[in-house]
């Protein structure tokens, strides 16, 4: 299923066509084309003899195994890939000559890849770790990749240090462990030496490292980057995608049960939303500065590790994207693909970030290796719909055969085509770097505006909510309570005292240290935007509801209550004590097979067996216990009853009925968690 009828091919999926294969009906064929009689049994002479060597068929077949992988990427490995469209909403042809921005009757095709950095291709999805959201725009103008993460800051300023970055949250060497996770010596090690990370590290232990889903998750070009118009005038911008179902996480004990009930829990959630035709939205925004007030802020605007706060630039909605079409191939597309911060249009240039200079080299230089050399673009999800003229010929994979005579520029023979703008004198279309007047001594030295490691640290605590601070610091408990070296831990404590006093006490407390005695004064300012607790919850649209049911569930009390729930774009799935059906209902999962962390709220239909479930017990205690949505039809009291959750705080009891049960409840689960119920001494 590919909503085909619901989504008209753009001119990515056109172009895809011709490189689609359907096997239906057709016979088994060598890669030569030749017809193969049996592919399970090897050549040999008698029944029980040695396999020859004449067997090309079985050659063929066990050499493409032993080569079909290729090196999976250093970071980002992990990863979910979705095509899109986009449409800009009005021209924004005063600041950038970018096509697909100026034009808002064109949309323009995208492939965005989901991905987590740190774990290697088999870890779970839901690891505390930063995610990359990867754009590519295949506009008319050739691709566009704004490559962005769902943190706006990066662990450092300058791309020397990136693979030192890499290096320390990796596996350790000598044992290759931990898989998938920054609880250990080296990156803390790595955090307690270099202050810069601290920012970042901020980011890292909050709940934005462990989101609800990938739906449900921003997403932040990190650099500022520069619109350049008609003109030649540049304005400095920062890219932001913001979710129209809001920003949501997950809690961390949903989080280590999740690994083990379904690993693929976010790749599982884009994958299904999409082929339900429930397709994942988000706003482009845009943060424009103008290069006049480039000097304008208290922290220097080619900083990495900082951000600009809404509330001094706000961010202009300026476009939508939808994902409707998951990947027909994975290997193919999601795992080929392949993005660079360097693929940039006319009217979109870079900035003298040092972190996004090294990036535009490295993502280059990683496909070269990862895709075979240097015609990857050739691959079918990365090669652009703009049409490619020049001369670059032959390489590994070459696809192409070339009629030209000539491979060189300038030429006469072949009329001098391919012919760039100059020679033509046609200047249309072109991409003309910004011309900015750059001097200076050559130098390993940083700016003195790039050392302020702490303050916008601090501005982050500031603007978190009681609950998300409580969870970072429990955060800093769980992955410094992983570090063997107290030496390790006394210095992040010694940073932490740097950005809040009460946040280093809490930790420092929770490891068992010395309370600090003081600390800097706390400047006190604040951006709401960075809470999550200030997130859009106008819909409960996709939210997964378990409904608890039995033989004898009453259909007719429960059917137009799951009805109701459904119109609002919620996902009722019935789980019993045994598949097939209950009350006529057909059951999804079998009760056992299912786990509460699977799912955002929590239907008690029918409790009379289930109260005597210790699982069906359990299962309600643990989702109330995650701050989750929980409602009771009239024959699910027994088993509400029986898991003693306190009835307050996002429980809906069976007192509720018809319209007012249905809006009660929804109104609990679009809250997304509730936290602020007491469930410190609640067993689970």
């Not at 962005?148 to 300023?157: D, K, L, S, T, W």
């Not at 304005?235 to 690993?263: M, Y």
């Not at 706390?522 to 997964?544: C, E, M, V, W, Y």
């Not at 955002?600 to 210790?614: I, K, R, T």
Request: overall charge negative; proline content about 6%.
């Amino acid at each position: 299923m590919h909503n085909e009828d619901a989504v008209e091919k753009d001119d990515k999926q056109r172009q895809l066509d011709q490189y689609r294969v359907d096997l239906e009906g057709t016979r088994l064929t060598t890669d030569q084309g030749v017809l193969i009689d049996d592919t399970d049994n090897s050549l040999r002479p008698g029944e029980r003899g040695p396999t020859l060597l004449e067997d090309f068929h079985f050659r063929e077949k066990i050499t493409r195994f032993d080569h079909e992988r290729i090196p999976e990427r250093v970071v980002h490995a992990r990863g979910s890939g979705a095509y899109g469209q986009f449409r800009v909403y009005e021209s924004l042809a005063e600041y950038t000559v970018a096509d697909f921005l100026c034009d808002p009757s064109l949309v323009t095709p995208t492939f965005v890849r989901f991905s987590t950095v740190a774990g290697s291709r088999g870890s779970a999805d839901t690891v505390r770790d930063v995610r990359g959201f990867a754009t590519k725009f295949y506009t008319r103008q050739g691709n566009y990749d704004l490559v962005a993460n769902n943190m706006p800051v990066f662990p450092i300023q300058d791309g020397i240090k990136f693979p030192d970055f890499v290096h320390s949250v990796k596996p350790e060497p000598h044992n290759e462990i931990p898989q998938a996770q920054s609880a250990h010596d080296t990156f803390w090690d790595f955090v307690q030496a270099q202050p810069e990370t601290l920012h970042f590290v901020m980011w890292l232990m909050s709940d934005r490292a462990i989101p609800r889903s990938f739906r449900m998750m921003q997403g932040f070009g990190v650099h500022s980057f520069r619109l350049v118009n008609a003109e030649g005038r540049a304005t400095f911008v920062k890219f932001h995608w913001k979710p129209l179902l809001g920003t949501h996480s997950l809690l961390w004990d949903e989080v280590l049960r999740i690994q083990g009930n379904d690993p693929d829990f976010n790749r599982r959630d884009l994958w299904e939303a999409i082929e339900r035709g429930a397709f994942p939205e988000w706003e482009l925004g845009l943060q424009l500065v103008p290069e006049s007030d480039e000097h304008a802020f208290d922290f220097d605007l080619l900083d990495p590790t900082k951000i600009i706060p809404e509330e001094i630039v706000p961010v202009r909605p300026v476009g939508r994207m939808a994902l409707n079409r998951n990947p027909e191939n994975f290997f193919a597309e999601t795992e080929q693909v392949a993005f660079c911060t360097a693929n940039v249009v006319p009217g979109i240039d870079f900035s003298n970030d040092p972190l996004l200079q090294a990036r535009n080299f490295s993502y280059l230089d990683t496909q070269l290796i990862r895709l075979g050399g240097p015609n990857f673009p050739q691959i079918p999800v990365n090669r652009p719909v703009a049409p490619v003229h020049n001369d670059q010929r032959d390489g590994y994979n070459q696809r192409m055969i070339h009629q030209s005579r000539t491979s060189y520029s300038i030429n006469s023979i072949s009329g001098g085509c391919p012919m760039s703008g100059i020679l033509s004198g046609d200047m249309s279309g072109v991409f003309q770097h910004y011309q900015e007047r750059v001097d200076g001594r050559k130098i390993r030295k940083r700016s003195p505006s790039f050392e302020d490691h702490y303050s916008q640290a601090t501005l982050f605590w500031n603007s978190m909510s009681f609950w998300e601070k409580r969870h970072i610091v429990s955060a800093f408990l769980f992955e410094l309570g992983h570090v063997e070296r107290r030496y390790i831990k006394e210095k992040v404590v010694g940073h932490l005292v740097q950005i809040d006093l009460e946040l280093a006490t809490q930790v420092a407390i929770g490891l068992g240290m010395p309370v600090p005695a003081a600390g800097p004064p706390n400047h006190g300012r604040s951006s709401p935007a960075l809470s999550q607790a200030n997130s859009a919850r106008d819909s409960i649209a996709t939210r997964k509801i378990a409904v608890l049911v039995t033989d004898a569930t009453d259909a007719g009390a429960l059917t137009p209550v799951k009805e109701a729930l459904e119109g609002q774009g919620a996902i009722c799935e019935l789980l019993a004590p045994h598949e097939g059906t209950v009350a006529s209902l057909p059951v999804d999962r079998q009760l056992t097979a299912a786990n509460s962390v699977l799912y955002d709220a929590v239907l008690l239909a029918d409790g009379g067996v289930l109260a005597e479930n210790g699982h069906a017990v359990h299962f309600v205690r643990e989702a109330y216990k995650h701050g989750k949505a929980i409602g009771a039809l009239a024959g699910g009291a027994a088993l509400l009853e029986a898991s003693r959750v306190p009835g307050t705080q996002g429980v809906v009891g069976p007192e509720a009925s018809g319209d007012t049960f249905v809006q009660t409840f929804a109104d609990a689960i679009r809250v997304h968690r509730h936290f602020d119920r007491d469930v410190a001494a609640f067993s689970a």
